[in-house]
């Protein structure tokens, strides 16, 4: 393979080289996919197919502990969809349970789960681990928003400032991006609150429509009615010859 100098190369080259369906299981071809992976880092850009992860699984004496740590990050980045799972299940669980993949894992079920006050105590303990992942908070705070985008019909900026781990002059910029609208404080409010107003528009009401009658389902309800005898227990001929 000729020797590649820049990003729009190394992605012409890997398009070229995926239509072969061996392309990720070569491990003469790991250069390219690691040189590749440092772009996704640096370029902050994102390619799920180009990852070294299903490589590592038919040649695991080539796992590298950091690249695995990079993709598990890079996955993060995509949630709400389900990137992080997929790589997480190509990785043998005893590395799973060894540093630093252990702490990624534990940060990503954290935000999995909706204990994001837990996740950002958690992420601050171990900046370390995420190390150089451009724009990590911002998509971590965007799949909060997400969250909270379909789940609540209002929320107190006192919360809101704590899920997402944000001063209150940060808060404006992101009700605005989020078209999200300050609510009019009332007499007997001791909180500000915010109106989520995309929750209206996210949660449509569904009419479901019964295809089957009433009367249809008794006439067959009526079809499978036992008779009276099973309802009694049915002792054997020979029994009650004996008792009689």
């Known amino acids: 393979m000729p020797p590649i100098d820049s990003k729009e190369q190394l ?3 890997l398009q070229v080289n995926f ?3 061996c392309f990720s299981y070569n491990p003469d071809h790991l250069p390219e996919l690691e040189k590749h992976l440092a772009w996704q880092v640096t370029e902050n850009d994102y390619d799920f197919e ?4 299903m490589l590592y699984q038919f040649c ?3 796992f590298d502990v950091d690249a695995a740590r990079l993709i598990l990050l890079k996955g993060i980045t995509k949630l709400p969809f389900a990137d992080f799972l997929q790589y997480k299940y190509l990785i043998q669980t005893d590395r799973l349970n060894e540093e630093p993949l252990s702490t990624i894992v534990h940060l990503e079920t954290l935000l999995e789960t909706c204990k994001f006050q837990e996740f950002w105590k958690t992420y601050k303990e171990n ?3 995420v190390g150089n992942i451009p724009d990590f908070d911002i998509s971590v705070r965007s799949y909060i928003c997400y ?8 929320i107190s900026k006192g919360l809101l400032m704590s899920l997402l781990d944000m001063k209150a002059e940060e808060l404006p910029k992101v009700i605005e991006t989020r078209r999200w609208k300050l609510m009019p404080k009332e007499e007997g409010d001791t909180e500000e609150w915010i109106s989520i107003t995309n929750h209206e528009a996210s949660v449509k009401s569904t009419n479901i429509k019964e295809k089957v009658t009433f009367e249809a389902m008794a006439r067959s309800a009526q079809a499978f009615k036992p008779s009276v005898g099973h309802f009694f227990i049915q002792v ?3 029994l009650r010859s004996k008792k009689m």
């Open 60 to 62: 695991p004496d080539l």
């Open 19 to 21: 239509r072969f369906y």
């Open 236 to 238: 054997p001929k020979k």
């Open 147 to 154: 969250v909270i985008d379909t789940t609540y019909q209002r």
């Open 127 to 129: 900046k370390a681990v």
């Open 11 to 13: 992605h012409a080259q």
């Open 50 to 53: 180009a990852n070294l992860i």
